[in-house]
């Protein structure tokens, strides 16, 4: 079997599996825990963006770039937010200017994760192809392990998408299509190695600017909704739950990888 189709089966069974595994998990959950795992996804999400995919921009490409590449991000990402707050708010009656339900945001903290978390899978992508390139078993180790990285975060996308209004067939569709991005990313630095090894900072980093604001912007003022101190020390505990549980899956990863 040639290298090119290796890295076309890791690259598109490895975003297969990963989603379909987050999926499984994701949809056992009914939906009234819904917003309670909504704590969990922030700890996800703030663990992957700061523990492991912004080191590795940085490493790659510079703390510079990297930092102008996240604020860049965020701010690209409050204007996407905005455009589609703007397309559902009336001249008179705007959703933005009243309360709402938890889920009701018209979409977009799911549409924002699913731009953020594209960019992260062709970075996948990416190294999955330059792994295979370099050694057959250090390609199918590298895929495994990105397998094993991307469910725990996959969950919490797929709370996000749940939380945001999506059906459970639309989250996993487009989480699904999402996913393709690794198979481009595979592709295109199968064929042009030099020129994507450059700018995998940049994704990398615009990966972790989504997460930062999905996180920050859109779901921890939810949390602020129930002050009491059970509600509290509830959400504390799963952020911190999602933040371990990337910390335990890249440490499976490392010792995959080593």
Same mark, same amino acid.
């Given at each position: 079997?040639?290298?090119?189709?290796?890295?076309?089966?890791?690259?598109?069974?490895?975003?297969?599996?990963?989603?379909?595994?987050?999926a499984l998990f994701a949809f056992r959950v009914g939906a009234e825990r819904v917003?309670?795992?909504?704590?969990?996804?922030?700890?996800?999400?703030?663990?992957?963006?700061?523990?492991? &995919? =912004?080191?590795? %921009?940085?490493?790659?490409?510079?703390?510079? !770039?990297?930092?102008? $590449?996240?604020? *860049?991000? +965020?701010?690209?990402?409050?204007?996407?937010?905005?455009?589609?707050?703007?397309?559902?708010?009336?001249?008179?009656?705007?959703?933005?200017?009243?309360?709402?339900?938890?889920?009701?945001?018209?979409?977009?903290?799911?549409?924002?994760?699913?731009?953020?978390?594209?960019?992260?899978?062709?970075?996948?992508? &990416? =190294?999955?192809? %330059?792994?295979?390139?370099?050694?057959?078993? !250090?390609?199918?180790? $590298?895929?495994? *392990?990105? +397998?094993?990285?991307?469910?725990?975060?996959?969950?919490?996308?797929?709370?996000?998408?749940?939380?945001?209004?999506?059906?459970?067939?639309?989250?996993?569709?487009?989480?699904?299509?999402?996913?393709?991005?690794?198979?481009?990313?595979?592709?295109?630095?199968?064929?042009?190695?030099?020129?994507?090894?450059?700018?995998?900072?940049?994704?990398?980093?615009?990966?972790?600017?989504?997460?930062?604001?999905?996180?920050?912007?859109?779901? +921890?003022?939810?949390?602020?909704?129930?002050?009491?101190?059970?509600?509290?020390?509830?959400?504390?505990?799963?952020?911190?739950?999602?933040?371990a549980t990337i910390l335990a899956s890249a440490a499976l990863a490392d010792r995959?990888?080593?």
């Amino acid at each position: 079997m040639s290298v090119l189709i290796w890295i076309l089966a890791a690259s598109l069974l490895g975003g297969a599996l990963s989603v379909a595994a987050a999926a499984l998990f994701a949809f056992r959950v009914g939906a009234e825990r819904v917003p309670v795992l909504i704590s969990y996804a922030i700890g996800a999400l703030l663990g992957a963006a700061f523990l492991e &995919v =912004l080191p590795e %921009a940085v490493e790659s490409g510079g703390a510079q !770039l990297a930092m102008t $590449t996240v604020l *860049a991000g +965020i701010l690209g990402f409050f204007a996407l937010e905005k455009f589609v707050l703007w397309r559902h708010c009336h001249e008179e009656r705007c959703e933005g200017h009243e309360t709402r339900p938890m889920g009701a945001d018209h979409g977009r903290s799911g549409l924002l994760i699913l731009v953020g978390d594209t960019f992260h899978n062709f970075v996948d992508g &990416v =190294l999955i192809s %330059a792994a295979f390139v370099q050694d057959l078993r !250090l390609g199918i180790v $590298t895929a495994i *392990a990105i +397998i094993a990285h991307e469910i725990p975060q996959e969950v919490g996308d797929f709370v996000i998408l749940l939380h945001s209004g999506y059906s459970r067939v639309r989250a996993f569709a487009y989480n699904l299509v999402s996913s393709l991005s690794t198979v481009l990313g595979a592709l295109l630095a199968y064929f042009a190695f030099s020129g994507m090894r450059a700018a995998v900072p940049v994704f990398l980093a615009l990966a972790a600017g989504s997460m930062i604001y999905v996180a920050v912007a859109d779901l +921890i003022p939810g949390l602020h909704k129930r002050p009491e101190l059970a509600a509290t020390v509830s959400q504390i505990s799963l952020i911190a739950l999602g933040v371990a549980t990337i910390l335990a899956s890249a440490a499976l990863a490392d010792r995959l990888v080593g």
